[in-house]
Nanobody
Framework: QVQLVESGGGLVQAGGSLRLSCAAS????????MGWFRQAPGKEREFVAA????????YYADSVKGRFTISRDNAKNTVYLQMNSLKPEDTAVYYC?????????????????WGQGTQVTVSS
């Protein structure tokens, strides 16, 4: 079993920045691909960013490309999402997810473990 705990969400004005963290339990974190997803009220959960086990492959949704950066520190069992130039449409609950395979993936159904989510609210 893998437990994921997100932190770093909050309220920020448009144009501001936040950094989300996701701490993972377990000794096999370094072998997992990791992803960030978000879900706004009344909408389906959508892909934001993903990173392979060693950071060699990174994917971003077009809506966040150039503004968000995903990274990981395998020594700390932690994955990060740096969010800059935030927009009101980025408002959502952000979820961290782990895929028990090192290759990065985009679909929600590819991921095996999920955190509880952290709220990000961007005011205009």
């Amino acid at each position: 079993q893998v437990q994921l705990v997100e932190s770093g969400g909050g309220l920020v004005q448009a144009g501001g920045s936040l950094r989300l963290s996701c701490a993972a339990s377990g000794r096999t974190f370094s072998s997992y691909a990791m992803g960030w997803f978000r879900q706004a009220p009344g909408k389906e959960r959508e892909f934001v960013a993903a990173i392979s086990w060693n950071g060699g492959s990174i994917y971003y949704a077009d809506s966040v490309k150039g503004r968000f950066t995903i990274s990981r520190d395998n020594a700390k069992n932690t994955v990060y999402l740096q969010m800059n130039s935030l927009k009101p449409e980025d408002t959502a609950v952000y979820y961290c997810a782990a895929k028990t395979h090192p290759v990065v993936a985009i679909p929600v159904w590819e991921y095996d473990y999920w955190g509880q989510g952290t709220q990000v609210t961007v005011s205009s």
